[in-house]
């Protein structure tokens, strides 16, 4: 082999190696903005859910004793504000994770300490599937 085609194969391979690199790499990121997408539309559900349930819950607002409205203003405010920043947090490639990760455990601390979360499954099932899906995330995304 001459000093010429050694030089090539040489190129071949190394050219070869990045191609696969880069490969893998638009595979990963494919993933993540896929994860990220899905992330940002379930939160944003249950950030329009939270809106809704803040001023016209199916628990009825008026039936509430006035001791309870006051609480119950203040959680669901809570997971539509905490929710809608976690959303906001997947919109772009560089995910701020310093502000998705405490707004997630707000939103679940104010539903988890809600005095009348039984009577929001469907809510509860919305809120385990935009977990779910920041935890798929973090999997595909998180350094």
Not at 39 to 47: D, E, G, P, Q
Request: glycine share 4%; charged share 30%; proline share 3%.
């Amino acid at each position: 082999m001459t000093h010429q085609s050694n030089r090539f194969a040489l190129f071949a391979l190394l050219g070869t190696g990045l191609l696969a690199l880069q490969g893998a790499g638009c595979k990963d990121e494919e993933r993540c903005t896929k994860a990220r997408n899905a992330a940002s539309n379930a939160w944003k559900v249950v950030t329009e859910t939270a809106g809704k349930n803040k001023v016209a819950p199916n628990i009825g607002l008026d039936e509430l004793p006035a001791d309870k409205k006051a609480p119950h203003v203040e959680a669901w405010s809570t997971i539509e504000k905490q929710s809608d920043m976690i959303a906001s947090s997947f919109n772009y490639e560089k995910i701020t994770w310093n502000t998705a990760e405490p707004a997630l455990k707000k939103t679940n601390d104010a539903f988890a300490g809600y005095f009348a979360k039984e009577k929001f499954k469907s809510f509860e099932m919305e809120l385990k599937d935009a977990d779910d899906k920041f935890k798929a995330t973090e999997a595909a995304c998180k350094d």
